[in-house]
């Protein structure tokens, strides 16, 4: 229900912008995460934002470099990744929830729905 598009390869330092789309559902009803998982590691939030977008929450590891934003008419939910880094690297996942905002940046539940994830590979 959830697709995620705008992965690929970039040289560190630079930037890309991933979107996710809701099929079959709207998103404007929902908190709106980013998430990662790189190999051998647990996934992590990465970002999170609120149902109006006025509201937003992220990891200290990206915290200046990454802005999360949605446009709840496009029904659409983005990531600005700046000043990638290796560490960066990872399948981002987009994640929606149906709770509020504070369950999910206080990590007291998971995110309702997923996607499958789109590749960052960060080169050095």
């Known amino acids: 229900q959830l697709v995620e598009s705008g992965g690929g390869l970039v040289r560190a330092g630079g930037s890309l912008r991933l979107s996710c789309a809701a099929s079959?559902?709207?998103?404007?009803?929902?908190?709106m995460g980013w998430f990662r998982q790189a190999p051998g590691k647990e996934r992590e939030s990465v970002a999170v934002?609120?149902?109006?977008?006025?509201?937003?929450y992220y990891a200290d590891s990206v915290k200046g470099r990454f802005i999360i934003s949605r446009d709840n008419a496009k029904d659409t939910v983005y990531l600005q990744m700046n000043s990638l880094k290796p560490e960066d690297a990872a399948v981002y996942y987009c994640?929606?929830?149906?709770?509020?905002?504070?369950?999910?940046?206080?990590?007291?539940?998971?995110?309702?729905?997923w996607g499958k994830g789109t590749l960052v590979t960060v080169s050095s």
């Open positions: 994640g929606a929830g149906d709770s509020t905002y504070s369950d999910y940046v206080n990590r007291k539940r998971g995110m309702d729905y």
């Open positions: 079959g559902r709207t998103l404007r009803r929902s908190v």
């Open positions: 934002i609120n149902r109006s977008g006025g509201v937003t």
